[in-house]
């Protein structure tokens, strides 16, 4: 569950924006909770199975990225809504940004549900996800006994 907005916009710097294809207007990023379970895993698999996402995990925190640009970013690559753009825009800094730093020390990055499934795998071993068909046939079963009753 999305708890607080990690956004990147840029910043003051603009000497460096302006070399810049506006990359930090690109996407954000919420954290979500730490997952403990497999069901919880699956949620992300799930939420990596939508297109333009990424989840990351940094400092021991999970992210889910989503890649899509935000709507005032203009075709020249400048803010067209400079003038009344969000206050995490105008707090950002180019120091560490996406144009100036090629290595934000992920823990993990997933950009696929199919890297989550053989995570899983790897985590919790090959039949993680036969459980479901257990669960299903478990279902199946009480439901034909209340039936019959
Ligand atoms: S990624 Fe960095 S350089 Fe590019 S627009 Fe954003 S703050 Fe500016
Ligand atoms: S409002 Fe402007 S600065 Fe902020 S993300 Fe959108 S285009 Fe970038």
């Given at each position: 569950m999305a708890k607080?907005?990690?956004?990147k916009a840029p910043g003051k710097n603009q000497g460096r924006c302006k070399q810049c294809t506006g990359l930090?207007?690109?996407?954000?990023?919420?954290?979500?909770?730490?997952?403990?379970?497999?069901?919880?895993?699956d949620d992300i698999r799930w939420y990596l199975s939508h297109t333009q996402t990424q989840v990351f995990v940094e400092d021991g925190d999970w992210y889910l990225n989503v890649l899509n640009p935000c709507i005032?970013?203009?075709?020249?690559?400048?803010?067209?809504?400079?003038?009344?753009?969000?206050?995490?825009?105008?707090?950002?800094?180019?120091d560490n940004c996406e144009l100036t730093s090629d290595d934000?020390?992920?823990?993990?990055?997933f950009t696929s549900d199919k890297q989550m499934e053989?995570?899983?795998?790897?985590?919790f071993g090959p039949k993680v996800f036969e459980?479901?068909?257990?669960?299903?046939?478990?279902?199946a079963k009480s439901k034909s006994k209340r039936k019959t009753r």
């Open positions: 607080t907005k990690k956004k930090c207007c690109r996407y954000f990023a919420l954290p979500i909770e730490t997952p403990e379970d497999p069901d919880d895993y005032y970013l203009g075709p020249d690559n400048r803010c067209l809504n400079y003038e009344k753009r969000p206050k995490i825009c105008r707090t950002y800094k180019t934000y020390g992920y823990e993990l990055h053989e995570y899983m795998k790897i985590k459980r479901y068909d257990a669960q299903k046939r478990k279902k």
